[in-house]
């Protein structure tokens, strides 16, 4: 079966401290896994996808497959980054899993 | 257009009514998606489109909910009698391609049975 989970509901760190948002997957073949942010009252939007391998607002995310996993990670949280983010495994067949959401709240 | 287009934002219906959800795709996509998002939960997908065609609709919870999008744009996520556990935000997407390169959404049509 197909599911993503994120195990922090609720993540709270300082501004300027490091920030990993947990995820794990479980899939029997080879899945494409995005990160999504929601910032308040705005819609939800592709924060990055990890066959870009790209760093986004300064947001990484590596895919080990060994430990299925696709944790999101920045070195110096900024206040900005306040917001739900969602993990989510694409396949082949065109739908996506999402896990339930992680609320991250810098605080100053 | 610029963006995904979902209409109405919100949506309040009596238990039994019919409703009718509408999502107008970025021009070009010929993927479009349509995601039920009940509260504190992540979206949780109903049925997917690559033009015209219907290719999935795995996720539809009961034969109550339909979908259309008969000319390969315009969406409509129809939900025949109501009932409260219906209550959850709808989110259309759509994509290039299958959905790989990842989703544009919509606001979402946040629907309330009373």
């Known amino acids: 079966a197909q599911r993503v989970t994120q195990p922090e509901k609720l993540l709270s760190v300082f501004k300027g401290a490091p920030v990993e948002l947990k995820c794990n997957y479980s899939?029997?073949?080879?899945?494409?896994l995005f990160w999504y942010v929601q910032y308040s009252r705005q819609r939800l939007q592709l924060l990055l996808r990890?066959?870009s391998r790209e760093s986004i607002k300064g947001f990484t995310a590596d895919l080990n497959k060994g430990e299925t996993s696709f944790h999101l990670k920045k070195p110096f949280a900024q206040e900005e980054d306040s917001a739900m983010y969602y993990c989510a495994m694409g396949t082949n067949a065109g739908k996506s899993t999402f896990g339930d959401g992680t609320t991250l709240t810098v605080k100053p | 257009g610029a963006g995904v287009s979902q209409s109405p934002r919100y949506k309040v219906a009596k238990r039994g009514q019919d409703v009718a959800l509408r999502c107008d795709p970025i021009?070009?996509?010929?993927?479009l998606f349509w995601y039920q998002q009940a509260l504190g939960q992540g979206p949780e997908f109903l049925t997917y489109f690559q033009n015209e065609a219907q290719l999935d609709k795995s996720g539809l919870p009961s034969d109550r909910f339909f979908a259309e999008r008969p000319e390969g744009s315009v969406s409509t996520l129809k939900i025949q009698r109501t009932q409260q556990e219906d209550s959850a935000v709808y989110l259309c997407?759509?994509?290039?391609?299958?959905?790989?390169?990842?989703?544009?959404f919509g606001s979402g049509t946040r629907l309330t049975v009373v």
């Open positions: 990890h066959i």
């Open positions: 997407a759509s994509s290039l391609g299958r959905g790989l390169p990842g989703y544009t």
């Open positions: 899939y029997s073949g080879s899945p494409e």
């Open positions: 021009s070009g996509h010929v993927s």
